[in-house]
């Protein structure tokens, strides 16, 4: 098809279908583009520490209220003093995102609050690796236990079903134009000793495509950033060996930083057009 007649049938199509029928697609809420955070309320599960604290600190320096979600109290009070410092207002709420009881209290204390939620980010993450069978000398050593297996389950996908249902159901009820980001992982891809945290991970960037689709007609936005490996105390708590042999295989030789995902983040929040995708921050790590 000529490209002018592609381009009239597409804006045809465009108007008919989508801005002409608000019961399928919210037109007004279509309206808003590119995310301003200032004044915008942004959650953040694991926000204590780690990438969930900086990525905190990024969206404060634009104006935006977090509310900051974790487990500790100690590491809470200083990522909220952080952010105020760096000129933005923040609460803490002290939360288990894989109980869904915590879940539905700390988002009604963060409405109570601050109103509306904008945006959440699903970064809470743990770490139980190793290999799912371990057999040395004729025998079976060690197996992954399904202990190990559920506690992954249960905070890093578990815990983004909940957050994410919670966050969306809010939006959708006040008419909020919001967008959820997952932080998934390059183990998506299937990490040797991560039967589960890769299950988990994979599982995180497939919600986030589901959650594209099921809620743009509300308005809302879904994606996800899987980083390979990045400068924080959940990196710093692998063997030094495993460490060394995995940055020797990053083509750009280095560990990536915090601030380079709340970037990423800050670039998902503000683009309009990202929906259903998974930004891959890895120097071009390949598993
Ligand atoms: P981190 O261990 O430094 O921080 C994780 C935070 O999540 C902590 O503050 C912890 O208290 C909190 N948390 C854990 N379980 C929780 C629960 N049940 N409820 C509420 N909060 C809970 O880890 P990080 O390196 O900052 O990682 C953040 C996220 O990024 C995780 O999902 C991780 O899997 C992912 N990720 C990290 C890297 C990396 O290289 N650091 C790479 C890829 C993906």
């Known amino acids: 098809m000529h490209r002018s007649r592609l381009w009239i049938s597409l804006c045809a199509f465009h108007t008919s279908k989508w801005h002409d029928s608000p019961s399928i697609w919210h037109a007004d809420l279509l309206q808003e583009k590119n995310m301003d955070l200032n004044g915008k309320t942004i959650v953040i599960t694991g926000g204590g520490q780690g990438l969930g604290r900086a990525m905190a600190i990024v969206m404060a320096k634009e104006g935006a209220n977090l509310a900051l979600i974790d487990l500790n109290d100690e590491p809470l009070a200083e990522a909220v003093q952080l952010c105020k410092d760096a000129g933005g207002d923040a609460k803490s709420y002290k939360a288990n995102v894989a109980k869904e009881d915590d879940v539905i209290a700390a988002f009604d204390a963060i409405e109570a609050d601050f109103g509306e939620v904008h945006g959440l980010i699903n970064n809470a993450g743990i770490l139980r690796d190793g290999l799912m069978i371990k057999f040395k000398d004729g025998k079976i050593e060690k197996r992954m236990s399904l202990a190990e297996w559920q506690a992954v389950i249960d905070v890093n996908l578990t815990g983004v079903f909940l957050c994410g249902r919670e966050a969306a159901s ?16 390059i183990s998506k891809a299937g990490n040797m000793g991560q039967t589960n945290y890769s299950a988990a991970k994979a599982g995180v960037a497939a919600m986030a495509t589901v959650w594209a689709k099921e809620l743009a007609r509300y308005g809302i936005r879904a994606a996800a950033i899987a980083p390979g490996f990045i400068a924080t105390e959940m990196v710093a708590s692998m063997k030094p060996e495993a460490l060394e042999k995995m940055a020797a295989g990053i083509p750009l030789r280095r560990l990536g930083e915090p601030e380079e995902v709340a970037h990423t983040a800050k670039f998902i929040f503000e683009n309009d057009y990202i929906s259903g995708r998974v930004i891959e921050l890895d120097a071009g790590l390949r598993l």
Do not use: H, L, Y
């Open 170 to 185: 809010r939006m959708i009820e006040k008419g909020v134009a919001g967008c959820i980001i997952n932080i998934s992982s």
